[in-house]
């Protein structure tokens, strides 16, 4: 059994419209897992941000020089 729906009217741009296609039960469904993984993003964000903070409280604040170091090598 799936999760009962809410219905809401989204504004939308055509070109994403012609890409997604036509078919609204389609739209939906593609909408819908779209904005289930920004909600999963989020979390993460949000989870990763309650981490640092935590690691600041516990270890102090981050060296900046230590940022960009680490950050140069990602690149």
């Not at 593609?30 to 949000?46: K, M, P, S, Y």
Request: aromatic content about 2%; charged content about 30%.
């Amino acid at each position: 059994m799936s999760t009962p729906k809410v219905r809401r009217t989204l504004t939308l741009d055509p070109e994403l419209i012609d890409a997604l296609g036509a078919d609204d039960t389609a739209l939906s469904s593609t909408v819908n897992a779209i904005l289930r993984r920004e909600v999963a993003r989020r979390e993460r964000l949000n989870a990763l941000s309650a981490l640092l903070d935590r690691l600041e409280l516990e270890r102090g604040p981050v060296d900046q020089e230590q940022v960009a170091a680490y950050r140069q090598l990602l690149r």
